[in-house]
Every structure is written in structure tokens, then in C-alpha cells.
């Protein structure tokens, strides 16, 4: 039995590197094999003869229908235990097979190993590309770089890939091995990959969004994917949350208040700020221009060191419905559970100080909120905006369609406005987490906690202008953080769903076990 396999898939119009061809047989470790699959055109595989050169390299020339039937086919035709893969612009280092090896014999727990790796550009310059360990990200978007190795005891367990899945089938197989085994990270260049040449285009957008984050779109690209993709990507994670007994079916509950409650005021706009002196103005003025007027504007400062508190206390003398609180404390849960404790309206609406309301937000937010009882949140749709408030067209309008209350887990958020019951994110869920998401995310596990027991609504128009800049404070933060407390945030979401559910399960087995009642006689009528 060989002790590694090694997967080199070849497709239309690729060229073998025979370069690649050797790194893989030269492997410190022994006993290995190289299984070339070529989907090619005969009249492509004029290149072959390097496979007849070692006896190691086994060569199938087959057409498969999709990825996911070309690994089950490389599954089965491995002779070793471990299998891993040589995609397209990859190269191996001499021990590449033997650290993958060796990571993954080391915990039998590891059901796949990744590792960090050498990128080099078309220019020559090299980079090193350093990964995140893996903590239970699971969505498509957690990065395992190029190359993986897999423990083909575990891909067997779990079926292999499902062959209905044209594109996500790696996606489907990694959530499926998650179910009950783990994965880890290599934290040493293990490989090299050569980068293809970026287009322009691509560059001139990601540059005005202000993203460093991979993709067309950088952090936007994930609600830009193909239909087909999209699809596959949700039906893998509806999948995970039904086997995990995670997947919700119960009917959202209404929002109850006493009975004949009033507000001194229907909304309460709450603004944290910290150096925004540039657009806090801005942003107090698109509510001021609102079409609907019966609001309360709350700025929470978090000790700003620029001119914003003189310009929010500048537009305090004109309009008294704005008001400053002064927070030393920059954390921005801390500073919005500051600014609900004060509110006072009905609903609470959130704005960042460097955005914009259209004029016509709240009115459509609270005429939602006010039809739609089984609503605690309404979302809308958004457009991106630049330093002058000119919309970045490139994006068009961002409608987050892909939400719904079990995918709103997978996706990064429910959108750029989002407008409460203030009652409910404060009484009910306890405000804002501090402790877990007190720099980011806090928004994100509120959704998936009221997600839960209520509806989150969408308005059908935009409300929003979420603005892109070099100072932003999403472009600033630590990528790690964020990766950390949306994975967090989304894991205490799966074990309360767990538990939501086998509560929902024993109440609906009572109800049917339950002894059913005598009808009552009617008494006869005394003539």
C-alpha cells in the first residue's frame, strides 16, 4: 500500500508542467503515487509522455460529468490512506507530501489539512501567504489555500463527494466531514503557487470600495455569485443545518407589547461616532430630511479627537431631537447599549456615522414594521457610496436576496440598514454582546439571535448609502477578528438552534402522547 497519493487533475486547454510533474515524484517521502486524471481532448494530450516515465504515476484519460465524480473516482482509485491535490499553478516543495503526511497522522481527529504557501506574481515578486487557523468556519468563504490532503477513511464515511453538486461539491464534502471530525493548518510555506495576471478592471474596483479581500468585488463578492453556484452553496449549508438538527421550521412569533403602550417617540436614531468629522454632519442631515419627522437622533461619541463633537453640538442648536452622549469607552456594542438605554422611541433604527439615509427610510422602515407583526427587524436595500456621496455604480444596488432565516447564518450580514424593536434587542436578548463582539460582530449575532423566535422583514427599495473610504472602519479592522467573531457568533447560533429544536421536538411529542379528553354531554334542556 502507498502511503500517499497525490491528485493532478488535467482539463481542456491546460498544458501539463512537467516541472510540477517532477516535484511530485522527487517527494522526500516513498511509497507515493501520482494519479493523473485527463479530461482532455485527444488531440491536447500530445504532452503525455512524462507519465509513462516512473511506474508511480498511474494515468487515466476519462471524461467525468463534474469535479465532484472526477475525486470519487480518484477516492477509489487511491492505494494509500491519504490523498492530496496538485491543482492548476501549483508546484510542490521537496517534503510538501510529507509535512501533509505527517499533520495529518499526528491527530486522528484530522479528517483535512491545509497549509500556508509561497505566491508568486507574474512580475516574480514573491509573497507569503499566511492562512488562518481553521475554528469552525462554515461558510465558503473560510480559505484553505490550494492545496489539501484528505484522510480517505473520513471522505469514505461521509459518502464522498455528492455528484449532484457541479460546483460546491468540495464545499458539500467539507461540511459533511465538519459534522464530527476537524481540520488544521500547516503554518509554513508548504507549497508554491504562481499567480495569474489580475485584470485592470478588477483592480480599479476593489480599489475605490477600499477592500484588500480576495474576489471581483473583494468583500462584496460573495453576493455577487453565479445562480448556479449560489444555489449549490445553500443547498450544501441547508444540508449541514438539517443533519446538526440546527435547520429552522417553526412559525416566527408576533411582538407583543402591553397592552395600550405608547412612546414618547416612534424611532430612535442612534449614531456612534469616532473621528467622523468629515460626515457625521452628513449623516444627522439625511435624517433630518427624512419624509417621516417622528424620530430622536442619539449621537454616542466615543472620544473623538477631531472637530465631530463640535458638529454634532453645532446642528444640536438647530433641532433639539439631537442629542450627544459622551462615551470615553470606543467599543461600539458598549456604545450602542448606551444609546438604547437612552432611547426612547418605539423602534430603534441604526446609522453609521459615515453613511446616509435616503430621504424616504424611515417612513417605509416603520410603515413595514408597523404591517408585518411578526417582524422585530426590517432590512432594505443599500447602495455603496464614495467620500463625495456619488454611488459607486460598479455594484449597482445590493439587495442581499440570498437571505433567509436559516441562510442568514452562512451570509455575512442582512444588509447595511437595519431598524429594530428597541424593546426586544434591549429587554428580550439583553442589548448588544460587550464580552464576545464588543468590536465587531455585534450586529451579526443580534440578527441571528432574533432570526430565531421572529421574522426579519426586507423592504423592497433603498433606504441606505453605505459609504466606501480609505478611513473606513471595516477596511481597518483585523481580518483575524472578524473571521473569529462572525465563526462565534455563527457556533453559539448552531447550539441554540440544537436546542430550540429538541425543545420544539419533546413540546410536539407531549401534545401528540397526550390523553385525549371526553367530549363534554350537553345537558338536556328542561322543558
Known amino acids: 500500500m502507498q502511503k500517499a497519493s497525490v491528485l493532478m487533475p488535467l482539463y481542456p486547454g491546460m498544458q501539463v508542467n512537467e516541472k510540477a510533474v517532477l516535484g511530485v515524484m522527487n517527494q522526500t517521502v516513498d511509497e507515493l503515487e501520482l494519479l493523473v486524471l485527463d479530461q482532455r481532448p485527444e488531440e491536447e494530450r500530445k504532452d503525455i509522455e512524462i507519465f509513462s516515465t516512473d511506474a508511480r504515476i498511474v494515468y487515466v484519460a476519462k471524461t467525468f460529468k463534474n469535479d465532484a465524480a472526477l475525486y470519487n473516482y480518484a477516492f477509489n482509485l487511491a492505494k494509500s490512506s491519504y490523498l492530496i491535490t496538485l491543482p492548476k499553478n501549483v508546484e510542490f516543495l521537496p517534503n510538501t507530501v510529507e509535512v501533509f503526511r505527517n499533520k495529518l497522522i499526528s491527530n486522528p481527529k484530522l479528517a483535512m489539512v491545509y497549509s500556508d504557501y509561497t505566491q508568486i506574481h507574474p512580475d516574480g515578486k514573491k509573497e507569503e501567504k499566511v492562512l488562518f487557523d481553521y475554528i469552525g468556519d462554515i461558510t465558503e468563504r473560510a480559505n484553505f489555500g490550494f492545496v489539501r490532503m484528505y484522510r480517505l477513511q473520513y471522505v469514505f464515511e461521509v459518502g464522498g463527494c455528492d455528484e449532484q453538486f457541479y460546483h460546491m461539491a468540495e464545499y458539500d464534502l467539507r461540511l459533511k466531514l465538519d459534522d464530527n471530525y476537524t481540520f488544521a493548518r500547516i503554518n509554513q510555506p508548504s507549497y508554491v503557487y504562481y499567480v495569474a495576471d489580475t485584470t485592470p478592471q478588477r483592480a480599479a474596483i476593489v480599489s475605490k470600495l477600499h477592500t484588500t479581500e480576495e474576489g471581483k468585488f473583494g468583500v462584496f463578492s460573495y453576493m455577487f455569485l453565479e445562480k448556479d453556484k449560489e444555489y449549490e452553496i445553500e443547498k450544501a449549508f441547508e444540508d449541514m443545518l438539517r443533519r446538526r438538527g440546527a435547520y429552522l421550521y417553526h412559525e416566527p412569533q408576533v411582538v407583543t407589547y402591553p397592552k395600550g403602550k405608547k412612546w414618547p417617540v416612534m424611532v430612535s436614531v442612534i449614531i456612534p461616532c469616532y473621528n467622523r468629522g468629515a460626515f457625521i454632519g452628513k449623516a444627522i442631515e439625511s435624517v433630518l430630511r427624512q419624509t417621516y419627522q417622528n424620530f430622536e437622533i442619539i449621537v454616542v461619541d466615543n472620544g473623538s479627537s477631531d472637530n465631530s463633537i463640535a458638529v454634532v453640538e453645532e446642528l444640536m442648536k438647530k433641532d433639539k431631537r439631537i442629542r450627544l452622549i459622551k462615551n470615553n469607552v470606543n467599543v461600539i456594542a458598549v456604545s450602542l447599549n448606551k444609546g438604547l438605554r437612552a432611547a426612547k422611541g418605539k423602534y430603534y433604527a441604526q446609522l453609521d456615522s459615515d453613511d446616509e439615509y435616503a430621504p424616504t427610510c424611515l417612513e417605509k422602515m416603520v410603515h413595514y414594521l408597523e404591517t408585518h407583526p411578526t417582524a422585530a427587524e426590517a432590512i432594505s436595500y443599500y447602495e455603496l457610496i464614495d467620500e463625495n456621496s456619488q454611488v459607486i455604480k460598479e455594484l449597482g444596488v445590493i439587495k442581499h436576496l440570498e437571505y433567509d432565516r436559516n441562510n442568514v447564518m452562512r451570509v455575512d450580514g442582512a444588509g447595511a440598514l437595519r431598524v429594530y424593536h428597541r424593546e426586544v434587542v434591549l429587554n428580550e436578548f439583553g442589548g448588544f454582546d460587550e464580552t464576545e463582539f464588543g468590536h465587531f460582530g455585534e450586529d451579526f449575532d443580534m440578527n441571528l439571535k432574533i432570526s430565531e423566535k421572529y421574522d426579519i422583514g426586507k423592504v423592497h427599495a433603498v433606504c441606505?448609502?453605505?459609504?466606501?473610504?480609505?478611513?473606513?472602519?471595516?477596511?481597518?479592522?483585523?481580518?483575524?477578528?472578524?473571521?473569529?467573531?462572525?465563526?462565534?457568533?455563527?457556533?453559539?447560533a448552531l447550539a441554540r438552534r440544537i436546542k430550540l429544536n429538541q425543545q420544539l421536538a419533546k413540546q410536539l411529542a407531549k401534545q401528540l402522547t397526550a390523553p385525549s379528553k371526553p367530549a363534554v354531554k350537553a345537558k338536556k334542556r328542561k322543558k
Request: glycine share 0%; aromatic share 14%.
Open 464 to 492: 441606505y448609502y453605505y459609504r466606501r473610504h480609505p478611513d473606513n472602519t471595516d477596511v481597518k479592522r483585523d481580518p483575524w477578528m472578524k473571521i473569529r467573531n462572525k465563526t462565534v457568533a455563527r457556533q453559539h
